[in-house]
């Protein structure tokens, strides 16, 4: 069994930067898909960046392109640099687990997810 439990969010001005991390527990297999989702009131989860656990290929969404990082620390951590933040960035960050070697086709899809952690509160003020 996976768990997730994600740190580092709050508060912060535009254009300044926040570093979010993800602590995993359980067997995370090399072939694995870890991902950070977002989400805000009345909108549907989005996908925001995924890197293979071997800390391979990565994938973003256009939005972030360029301005998040997102990266394998160690065996343990999985975490998302975000600099330049914009007031839309504003959202709950999620981090999410595959057990599938997701490609650019599929790494943005809810449901090829089986593990969530709680979320953690990122808010840009203007």
């Known amino acids: 069994q996976v768990q997730l439990v994600e740190s580092g969010g709050g508060l912060v001005q535009a254009g300044g930067s926040l570093r979010l991390s993800c602590a995993t527990s359980?067997?995370?297999?090399?072939?694995?898909?870890l991902a950070w989702f977002r989400q805000t009131p009345g909108k549907e989860r989005e996908s925001v960046a995924a890197?293979?656990?071997?800390?391979?290929?990565t994938n973003y969404a256009d939005s972030v392109k360029g301005r998040f990082t997102i990266s394998r620390d160690n065996a343990k951590t999985v975490s998302l640099q975000m600099n330049s933040l914009k007031p839309e960035d504003t959202a709950v960050y999620y981090c999410?687990?595959?057990?599938?070697?997701?490609?650019?086709?599929?790494?943005?899809?809810?449901?090829?997810?089986?593990?969530w952690g709680q979320g953690t509160q990122v808010t840009v003020s203007s």
């Open positions: 890197i293979r656990a071997n800390g391979g290929s």
């Open positions: 359980g067997r995370i297999y090399t072939t694995y898909t």
């Open positions: 999410a687990t595959s057990s599938a070697g997701l490609d650019s086709t599929t790494w943005f899809g809810l449901s090829n997810y089986e593990y």
